[in-house]
T-cell receptor, first 117, second 114 residues
Framework: GAVVSQHPSRVICKSGTSVKIECRSL??????MFWYRQFPKKSLMLMAT?????????EQGVEKDKFLINHASLTLSTLTVTSAHPEDSSFYIC?????????????FGPGTRLTVL | AQSVTQLGSHVSVSEGALVLLRCNYS??????LFWYVQYPNQGLQLLLK??????LVKGINGFEAEFKKSETSFHLTKPSAHMSDAAEYFC????????????FGQGTTLQVKP
């Protein structure tokens, strides 16, 4: 099956610094990638939809200046948490699909655990 | 508006017993429905999906789900639970014509007792 990787798997940073998380589709070209945030014991909250070569579409309530998304190629999307604060600590998961349409399976990365001190 | 509701945030069964995880959806257009499983500190793995073909969908690891339009439900079942089934399960919905954006239910933690 299709594989999506994330790097790093864990990151600890100081408050006020920026952190970049990479999401790669290893064996397929992803027309669309999604970024989710998951709080402990909670469901996944979609943050944004990322299409290669275009600006990301952010969900309501997500600060696009704080969560910068770049989809530079069909196999790589990055999420940068700028000026991170403790409340940004969370589990961030990306997913990728090929093609368009709601029936397409999303392939999920293993997640990145961000801890902001 | 479209939404997904999973009844029961925590389900506990004995090993070998039937597993039933409930999912109801709300949608004004035909949905695509998915069940995902998540193990601790990992991403999500697709168990099965309904995409308007057969209403009874068989997935991996012995799981299956039945789409019931009249009840707006897509409950997940497995005849006999195994210890390795203990995990978090998420029901999700997507819609024709969209980019593939998923709306997730709140999740159900399945505990399997020996």
């Amino acid at each position: 099956g299709a594989v999506v990787s994330q790097h790093p798997s864990r990151v600890i940073c100081k408050s006020g610094t920026s952190v970049k998380i990479e999401c790669r589709s290893l064996d397929f070209q992803a027309t669309t990638m999604f970024w989710y945030r998951q709080f402990p014991k909670k469901s996944l909250m979609l943050m944004a939809t990322s299409n290669e070569g275009s600006k990301a579409t952010y969900e309501q309530g997500v600060e696009k200046d704080k969560f910068l998304i770049n989809h530079a190629s069909l196999t790589l999307s990055t999420l940068t948490v700028t000026s991170a604060h403790p409340e940004d600590s969370s589990f961030y998961i990306c997913s990728a699909i090929t093609g368009t349409g709601g029936h397409n399976e999303q392939f999920f990365g293993p997640g990145t655990r961000l801890t902001v001190l | 508006a479209q939404s997904v509701t999973q009844l029961g945030s925590h389900v506990s069964v004995s090993e070998g017993a039937l597993v039933l995880l409930r999912c109801n959806y709300s949608s004004s257009v035909p949905p695509y429905l998915f069940w995902y499983v998540q193990y601790p500190n990992q991403g999500l793995q697709l168990l099965l999906k309904y995409t308007s073909a057969a209403t009874l969908v068989k997935g991996i690891n012995g799981f299956e789900a039945e789409f019931k339009k009249s009840e707006t439900s897509f409950h997940l079942t497995k005849p006999s639970a195994h210890m390795s089934d203990a995990a978090e399960y998420f029901c999700a919905v997507s819609f024709s014509g969209n980019t593939g954006k998923l709306i997730f239910g709140q999740g159900t933690t399945l505990q399997v007792k020996p």
